[in-house]
């Protein structure tokens, strides 16, 4: 299962490496951090997601002092991000940072860079087979729970919020165009309902605003939206503001500017949860157990 974070994992993912090559230097492969230099392979950058994290991982490696090389998009090519990744190993970088294209295809690859002694902190995507040094993800879940529990504290009327296990109404969703967004259809029972929309990402706001005027027309009382990432580009603000989307709630795994974002939009941090989850990493404790077992599938 994947899932995305874009500002948290840039830093998490240079803080890893950083971690890494601090742990080998007992056996002589660590260089100061001003000489460091860190190789970034991804699988592709083309899209407002990878975009936004590219900007953060070259803020992050300023921020920390060290030399970043890349990064390279292998365009979805696993065997070419082999040769890039091999090519990077070569040519002296300290540590990697990889956003996988295939989890089980990045195994010889990984294999290579252990042979190196370079460690790999691998981004987004769990290889099924080789060591990495750390895997940075977030948990849609976890703060999808945080939204309930938000939403649950500021929606006005009687009863509960309740986060099910099931889907209660599904949107047919088409895309018309880049960025835009067309809801066909309401599967499901929303008539005199409050609903409530989860998403992964907002970007633009286009799926949301669509999504919110399907389900008053099929009845619902009131829309309210959450996502675990808020991207808001051009005039996305704009848009959500003038939608009839009662509330919308993200986390701050993106910096949202506290001056243009409407009040119609609400923040929730992250911050604890990452700072629990790398102290985590490096007492050698479970991850798992700080989402109460809620992020095993099986």
């Known amino acids: ?18 971690a890494a090559t601090a742990l080998a230097a007992g056996s002589g492969h660590a260089k100061k951090t001003a000489s460091l230099k860190i190789g970034i392979s991804l699988a592709g950058y083309s899209t407002d997601f990878w975009s936004s994290y590219v900007a953060f991982e070259k803020a992050a490696g300023t921020k920390y002092g060290v030399s970043l090389v890349g990064p390279i998009s292998s365009n979805g090519d696993a065997g070419k991000q082999a040769t890039q990744i091999r090519t990077l190993i070569d040519e002296g970088v300290n540590a990697l940072i990889v ?12 294999d290579y860079a252990a042979s190196k002694h370079v460690p790999v902190v691998s981004v987004d995507v769990a290889p099924t087979k080789g060591k990495v040094y750390m895997i940075v993800r977030a948990d849609n879940l976890l703060y999808g729970q945080a939204a309930c529990n938000y939403i649950g504290s500021h929606a006005k009327g009687s009863g509960h919020v309740a986060m099910l296990e099931g889907d209660l109404a599904i949107l047919n969703k088409t895309r018309p165009g880049h960025d835009e967004a067309s809801v066909t259809e309401v599967i499901g029972q929303v008539e005199g309902k409050v609903a409530i929309m989860s998403d992964d990402i907002v970007v633009t706001g286009g799926t949301l605003i669509a999504g919110a005027e399907a389900l008053l027309e099929a009845g619902a009382t009131e829309v309210y939206a ?29 910096p949202i500017d506290p001056v243009n974002r409407p009040a119609k939009i609400d923040v929730l941090p992250v911050s604890s949860l990452l700072a629990e989850t790398i102290l985590n990493v490096f007492a050698d404790d479970s991850v ?10 099986f």
Do not use: W, Y
């Open 99 to 110: 956003n996988p294209v295939d989890s089980a295809a990045i195994a010889p690859t990984l």
């Open 226 to 254: 959450c996502a675990t990432h808020g991207l808001f580009p051009g005039n996305a603000f704009e848009k959500l503001s003038a939608s009839k989307i009662k509330q919308i709630t993200v986390t701050n795994t993106v």
């Open 1 to 18: 299962m994947k899932t995305r974070l874009i500002g948290g994992i840039a830093v998490i993912a240079l803080a890893g490496v950083l």
């Open 288 to 297: 798992s157990a700080i989402f109460a077992g809620e992020n095993q599938l």
